[in-house]
């Protein structure tokens, strides 16, 4: 059974960083990519950031690209987002997902706030 477990959110100001956690249990966690999201209330959930299975390869939405930093460690069953420079737009919900053979997994979220 897939479990992922989002960690680190909290109230910052801009300008600050933030490093997000999400920790993977279950099976064969290096044969996944991942994949993290946003969600503010009342709009559809965005993609931020992705990750290949050897960490070889990402991918960042524009809005974030320069910003922030996805990495992974399969020893560790982690895959990481560094948020630095953090703006205001950049509060949300963050969600990591995983996308399985049969369907999708993700986590609980953690809130994201930025002051201005």
């Known amino acids: 059974q897939v479990q992922l477990v989002e960690t680190g959110g909290g109230l910052v100001q801009a300008g600050d960083s933030l490093r997000l956690s999400c920790a993977f249990s279950g099976r064969s966690f290096s044969s996944y990519a991942m994949t993290w999201f946003r969600q503010v209330p009342g709009e559809l959930r965005e993609f931020v950031a992705g990750i290949s299975r050897d960490g070889g390869s990402t991918g960042y939405a524009n809005s974030v690209k320069g910003r922030f930093t996805v990495s992974r460690d399969n020893a560790k069953n982690t895959v990481i987002l560094q948020m630095d420079s953090l703006k205001p737009e950049d509060t949300a919900e963050y969600f990591c997902?995983?996308?399985?053979?049969?369907?999708?997994?993700w986590g609980q979220g953690t809130q994201v706030t930025v002051s201005s």
């Open positions: 997902n995983l996308d399985g053979p049969y369907r999708d997994y």
